[in-house]
């Protein structure tokens, strides 16, 4: 069984950031547009770009 997108994400995110993060990635899947979910990605890149990268 495949676990989802998100879950599978924050594996790679600490655990002291996992909410924070989880609450910033659902902003993007839930947006209305597609110009609204590449607001909130943009966002969540600038905000998260320091997270180590795997």
């Given amino acids: 069984m495949h676990r989802p997108l998100s879950e599978e994400l924050l594996k790679y995110v600490p ?3 996992q909410r924070e993060v ?3 990635l659902k902003q993007i899947y839930q947006a ?3 110009e609204q ?4 990605l ?3 890149a600038q905000q998260w770009d320091t997270l180590p990268h795997h």
Wanted: net charge negative.
């Fill in 15 to 17: 655990w002291k950031q």
């Fill in 22 to 24: 989880a609450s910033d």
């Fill in 32 to 34: 209305s547009t597609v």
């Fill in 37 to 40: 979910a590449e607001d909130a």
């Fill in 42 to 44: 943009a966002t969540f």
